[in-house]
């Protein structure tokens, strides 16, 4: 968590530091904890080094949020499963090494028919499209990712089958609980930034952060920093022993990810006009943020997962 949130302090690259979480959370988190011996050996010394990059191929343009709507299938076949599905909005499959997919080994099976794969780049029957682009995280490359009769050895299955939605609720889980560290050290960066601005800029013979408007957003800007952290290093602290936090991580996702936003749209107002120039790369940050409504869950999706928690 500190590693994270220190990146996002000192990079402005939040494209980078988005895509890095996608390889962690999506691909080597699930491989450490779900993988056999010989598959670690196969690919967590490449994925950690960074040799590799991982992603993961779950997202399709009927099941977003919805993952149990899934088309992808996977048919089993002597030592290999074929694969054939169409994911799309995969984040780092352009540049992947090795994709984790999910199928469904019987669609009238429900949740209890995801399967996972790992999936390697140049395996027979699977394409990566062109990078699609966004209106931020523009360093993060996504794109769509076509599977036509992937012959994927039995080998690379990850866990066993039906196993899929206990992968893909690990995922979401540790996903929703980190990703947005590094939105944490954004929010310190662009408050400082803002402070020493406020100080600075000089209206009506006075600096700005002595009028009471400004003033009050950047207070603002400070405790839904100093809440997002409090949030955050509690999920980590859960989530040193082996108990499940989903409704936990849903919370810590869903209020950061919102006060990520409101502090980016703060630092518009209090930079005004100059806001609203890249040069200052205070819009940029505004339409980073906006994206975090909607990877590893929307907020809506993270309200639902809380409503259900509450027993409603």
Known sequence: MSALEALGRGSRDNGFNFALNAHLWGCVNP??????????????PRLTSGEWIGAL?????????????????????????????????????????VLLVLATLDPGRGAFGLTAFLVERGTPGLRVRERVDKMGLSTAQMGEVVLDGCAVP?????????????????????ERGFIMAFAA?????????CLAYARERRQFDRPIGQFQAVAHRLVDMRVRWEASRLLLYRFAWL??????????????????SEA???????????????????????????????????YSGTAEMQRQIVARWLEI
């Open 185 to 193: 050290g954004a929010m310190e960066r662009q408050l400082e930034a």
């Open 31 to 44: 491989l450490a904890a779900f993988g056999t011996e010989e598959q670690k050996l196969a690919y967590l």
């Open 260 to 294: 990520w936003v409101r502090s980016c749209e703060d630092a518009m107002r209090i930079y005004g006009g100059y806001g609203y120039l890249t040069e200052t790369g205070v819009e940029r940050e505004l339409r980073d943020a906006l994206g975090s409504l909607s």
């Open 239 to 256: 989530k040193r022993e082996p108990r499940a936090a989903l409704a936990e991580a849903a919370i810590t996702k869903l209020a950061v």
């Open 154 to 174: 039995a080998r690379n299955r990850l866990g066993p089958e039906g196993g899929g939605l206990a992968i893909f609720n690990h995922i979401m889980e540790w």
């Open 57 to 97: 191929a779950a997202t399709e343009r009927e099941a977003g949020s919805d993952v149990f709507s899934l088309q992808t299938r996977a048919l089993r076949r002597d030592d290999a499963y074929m694969l054939a599905g169409h994911k799309m909005l995969i984040t780092n499959a352009p540049v992947a090494d």
